[in-house]
Structures are given as C-alpha cells and as structure tokens.
C-alpha cells in the first residue's frame, strides 16, 4: 500500500468512528452542523478543492464537480431541514472508498507491469586493475567487457566470452526454465544470471539494448488508446454535463409546475434533493475507470506470458483475428540450416564453403548464419570487401579479390548465370565465382516442435485461414505446409512480393475480420508494419522487429501466437462486460431516483458497488494461465 492509500485509509476510517460518535451526541442545531462539518471536510476536502480547481479552470463537468456539488447539496437540505447530515457524509465516504479501491487495483496491476520493468539494471561490472568497479550502463561504450555475476542482471546485451551459467528468463520470455548458456553465445540484457560468472563483451550500447528497447515499449503502451478507451472519454465528454443539465431540470422544471400550473405548493426540497440523488447516481466513476484500468491488465497478463502488446488498441485488434499469415523462416522453422550435401562443385566442398560463409559473413539471415556455423571458423573481415545483399536473392562481395555470388536460383538468374538445378528437396544456395559456376550446397531446417500445435492451436481459437509466405522453393514451402496444416501457400516471393500478398488478402477479407503477420523480423519489417496486426516473434535479437510489429513475443514459440490472440480475447470480453454492466445498472438507477424511488444512500450503494464489482472483474485480466 502506497504512502497516499494508507492516508486515506486512515480519513476513512476516522470518518466512520466521527460519524458514530456524533450519532450519540445530543446537540443542538448549529453546533450539530458544525460538528458534523468535521468528518464531512475529514473525508472530502480534497474533492472540494478539486471540484473547486474544476470549476476555475472552466473544465468543471467531472467525478469530482458531481460529487461536490450532491454532498454540498445535500448537507445544505440537512440544515435547511435540520435534518440528518450522515446521508451527505456517507456519499462522500464511499466515493472515497471507491476511489481507494480502485487506485488499490491500479498499483496490483502495475506492480504486474513492473515486475518486467524490474529488469532495469541498476548498474555494470567493469574490471579494473582486478577490481569490479560499478559504472552506470549508460556510460559502457560498446566492445567493452563487462562482468555479471551470479544473482546479478545482464545490464546490457553482448556475446560470453568466458564462463559458463545457466539464465533465468523469466521476466523477459514468461519461460520458467533457466537456459543454459556457453563461451561465444549471445545473451541479452534483462536475464539474471544465475549460477556462474560471466565475462560478456558489449554489442550494443544500453539505449540500444533489449532492456531499454522493452522499458520503452511497456511505458509506452498506455498512451496508445483502444476504440473503446475512446469511446468511454468522448462518452465521459458528453454524459456529465448532459447529467447536470438533467440534474438542474429536475431540480427546477416539476416545483415550477406544480406552482404555476396545478397551483400545487412547490415541495422545492423533495425535487432537489432527488435531482441530488440523480447526481450522485449519474456518476460515471465504474466505467471511467474500470474500461483502461481492464486494458492495463489485460496488458500486464500478457507481458507476464511474454508477450508484448504495445497498447491497447492493438490489444482490440488481436481479439478480432481471423487470417494469421505466417514467415516460414525463423517462424514456423528454426531457421538454422544444416548443410545436406554440396552438389557441382568446381573446388573442393571445404573451400567452397569458406567462400559463402566468407561472403555472407555481413548478413544476419539465419541462412548466412548457418552457413558460418557449418564453416565452424573463425572468418578474416578483412578479405572481403563490397558485400550486396540482395533480398529474397542473396549477397554478392568480393573475397580475396574474387567476385563471390551466393543465393538461390533467382540470384543466378539475375546475374546470367548458368547454374545446375538440384533434385534434392531442400534450400539451395548456389555459389559463382567471377560470373562460373561453382556448385551449390544444398541445406535444410527443420521445423519448429510446437508449430503443428500452434496450428491447430489457432484453428481452435477460430481463426479462419492460416497462410505461409516464403521466399524459399514450391517445394520446400509445400512440405512444411503440409506437415503443419497451412491452408494456403505462397512460394518464391521476394520480400515486396510478400507485401502485395498482404494486401491482396486485405482486401478480399472483411473490415471487421482483422489479418495478424507473423514473422521473425528479418526482412519482413514492411510486412510487419502492412497487415492489420504484426506480432513479431523471438524478437530479442532484431531491433528492426521490436519497431515494426504492434505485438513482440519474447520467445519464438509460435504457441505463443494463440495464447496472445485468447489473451486479447479475454481481456475484450472483460471490457464489454463491464461497459453494460456499469451502463445497465446506472440507467435502472437513474430512473428509480428520477421517479423519486431510490434515495441517495441507494444511489451511493449502487454507484460505489458498479465500481467494485467492474474493478474486480478489470482485475481478472491480469490473471493469464502459462503456457
Ligand atoms: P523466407 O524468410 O520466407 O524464407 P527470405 O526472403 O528471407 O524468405 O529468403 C528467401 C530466399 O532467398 C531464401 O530461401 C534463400 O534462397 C534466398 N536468400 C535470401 N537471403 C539469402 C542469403 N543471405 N544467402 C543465401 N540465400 C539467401
Ligand atoms: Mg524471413
């Protein structure tokens, strides 16, 4: 509990005892008044000012501005009257323990949010003359090695290179289970380490690394607003002071009636004191504040599962998908290739492979890395110069002098280049040298363990249609289809070909059926940013990614893409529940006290109750099952 919770709890709880002991207290009528002035300011005061503040700055139609005025009216009708003062009182306190409540809510769910801002580190181990020194990882230039020990967080991403651990990657991934981790891999920031010291040379700098790039997301992700977040402010915009208008009209129009008309006495206190209750009944507070209070949750749950959304409307949009169009690459495979057989070769298979890892020693698709990987040495940058990449193609560079091409039938094609196609099923990069021929190496991947279920996962939350792009051959995009159970396929495409797909299906579907593209963010960032909803998955390692797509999968499991969609869906179903539960019962409430049958202690019960039932229901959306 917040410094500020635990005061107001204490101005509730000494309103409560003041308004029993005064309940005792035989007095008179003036000192009557002013005793009860006492818990009546005790508990209110700051609506006033606020309501007050409201009023001076001309923007007066809010929670406050109704709550001030139906207490101050009600408490001038005791005095009037010399009636009971405890009605005003009582409206104030359940406000008020509405109002804690729901701030009580907003800190749980935060706290949710934060524990993934938990993995800001606070500082780096830099070794000096044998000494850790802690610098601000700010201040780390990159190359730098820095050291991580056990317990401690990964301030900013790098590459081991000594030691050997196991990491908990929980915050970043909702993975429970610790990944073991050797010399020479990757690592990024925001894991903790947890068993052995690790030396990691820096490879980005800490605005640029993982950690900063996801605390900037998450901050973020409120101030994108849902349709229905809008929807309740505009309603909020319109509604209160339409309900002041109402609340003056009644207060006013039937005692002037009746004088005027019937020649009745005007019972002016009768109608004002039910144009109060109407006040007080109108209050907006549940929705207000139980609709970005639900999408915050939804939100938080899903950041726990390791899947982030970057606000709320695209929290909306998942709800509503029916087409997932899939990048086969690095999605739905692993996207790491093994080398299969080398074919046609004019050198021997060694030296050609040295001389496409060579060549693709620049890029970052997975087929370059894998092809590193199969070389398994190290690679001398300085002999090659004027590396091209050609996407959905290859690279072309010079190395040792000697114009290096690698890539796949289409890259041949471009360059003229006769090349020896290949009776394998398989990716085939094909390898020229000063414009001849050299052979190709035929490689292949393997596909993803959980992308069957994932599949069938999605068919289940009813998604309609799931399509595979690719850039790879009819062949190998056929097999992988099949064996998942991919409605439709699309092969050979070059990465702009992918967009125009995208936007076909776009068109053929309706509005209302919203497109999700997933893919790993290697040169699929256009598509990313085209269909209704990008969800980029395993997203850690490309910052191209994190920009592009609306949602980012902390881990590239692509079960992970049906729990967001069900994710999302809950937290919908939560925000329409709420809409007509605090709508219905306001209306039903509104008539009662128009008609003059419910009184101000309904009105409170009635408003204050909405508002817990829809925060609690708000609440559940935090609540995400783990995979
Ligand atoms: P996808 O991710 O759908 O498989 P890409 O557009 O990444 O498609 O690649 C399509 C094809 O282009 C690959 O299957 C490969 O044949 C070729 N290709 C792309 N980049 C490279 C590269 N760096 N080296 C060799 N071949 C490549
Ligand atoms: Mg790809």
């Known amino acids: 509990m917040s410094k500020k919770q635990k005061k107001m709890l204490f101005r509730i709880l000494l309103t409560a005892v003041l308004m029993v002991l005064l309940h005792f207290l035989p007095v008179a009528k003036l000192l009557r008044f002013l005793l009860y002035l006492i818990p009546y300011l005790v ?81 780096a181990n830099i070794e000096k003359d044998g000494q850790l020194e802690q610098v601000d990882p700010d201040e780390v230039e990159i190359g730098t090695i820095i050291v991580v020990q056990p317990g401690e967080k990964i301030p900013i991403d790098g590459i081991v290179i000594n030691g050997h651990s196991s990491l908990n990657t929980s915050a970043l991934t909702g993975e429970s289970l610790p990944r073991e981790i050797q010399t020479g891999e990757e690592v990024i920031s925001g894991c903790i380490n947890l068993t ?36 309740i402010s505009k309603f909020a915009r319109v509604y209160t002071p339409l309900v002041c208008y109402s609340a003056l009209a009644l207060a006013f129009l039937p005692p002037l009636v009746r ?114 990987e199969a070389y398994g040495k190290p690679l001398e940058r300085s002999r090659i110069t004027d590396i091209e990449e050609i996407s959905g193609n290859g690279v072309i560079a010079q190395v040792d002098n000697l114009c290096i091409a690698a890539g796949n039938a289409k890259l041949m094609k471009r360059l003229k280049i006769d090349y020896k196609d290949c009776h394998h099923t398989g990716t085939i990069v094909h390898l020229a040298i000063d414009g001849t021929y050299a052979g190709h190496i035929v ?116 079960l992970k893409i049906s729990k967001a969609i069900n994710i999302s869906r809950k937290c919908l179903r939560i925000v329409y529940e709420n809409i007509w539960f605090a709508i219905g019962i306001k209306v039903i409430c509104l008539l009662l006290g128009a008609f003059g049958i419910a009184n101000m202690w309904l009105a409170v019960f009635a408003d204050v109750g909405v508002m817990v039932l829809a925060v609690l229901n708000a609440i559940r959306a935090l609540f995400v099952k783990k995979l």
């Open 43 to 123: 508990i209110g005061y700051d609506i006033l000012i606020k309501a007050f503040k409201g009023v001076k700055n001309r923007q007066m139609f809010d929670e406050s501005f109704l709550m001030a005025v139906a207490t101050v009216g009600a408490m001038a009708l005791a005095v009037a009257k010399d009636g009971d003062y405890t009605e005003a009182i009582a409206v104030m306190l359940f406000y008020q323990i509405g109002e804690w409540f729901q701030s009580y809510a907003v800190g749980k769910s935060r706290r949710n949010i934060s524990e993934l801002m938990d993995i800001r580190p606070d500082y």
């Open 196 to 231: 052995g010291i690790l030396k990691i040379q820096t490879t980005k700098e800490f605005g640029e690394s993982t950690v900063s790039k996801i605390l900037d997301l998450v901050e973020n992700a409120s101030s994108r607003k849902s349709k229905s977040e809008d929807f």
């Open 259 to 372: 004088i005027s008309l019937l020649g009745l006495s005007a019972d002016w206190g009768d109608w004002v004191y039910r144009a109060l209750t109407f006040l007080v009944i109108s209050c907006p507070c549940a929705l207000v504040v139980s609709i970005p209070l639900s999408f915050f949750a939804g939100i938080g749950g899903a950041s726990n599962a390791g899947v982030l959304v970057k606000g709320s409307n695209y929290l909306e949009t998942l709800s509503q998908t029916r087409y997932v169009v899939f990048d086969k690459t690095g999605t739905l495979t692993q996207g790491v290739f093994q080398v299969n057989a080398i074919h046609h070769n004019t050198l021997p298979e060694e030296k050609l492979l040295e001389y496409a890892a060579l060549a693709e020693s620049a890029s970052s698709h997975p087929i370059s890395k894998s092809l590193r």
């Open 443 to 558: 490689i292949s991947d393997i596909i993803k363990p959980h992308a069957k279920g994932a599949i069938a996962a999605l068919k289940s939350a009813g998604v309609h249609q799931t399509v595979m792009l690719t850039g790879d051959t009819d062949a190998v995009a056929k097999q992988v289809a099949k064996e998942l159970g991919i409605d439709v396929v699309y092969s050979e495409l070059l990465p702009e070909d992918k967009v125009t797909k995208v936007e076909e299906l776009l068109e053929s579907k309706s509005p209302k059926e919203k497109l999700a593209f997933v893919g790993d963010g290697i040169n699929d960032a256009p598509v990313l940013s085209r269909a209704d909803i990008g969800i980029a998955m395993g997203a850690m390692g490309s910052d191209a990614a994190i920009e592009a797509a609306d949602i980012v999968l902390m881990d590239d499991d692509p």
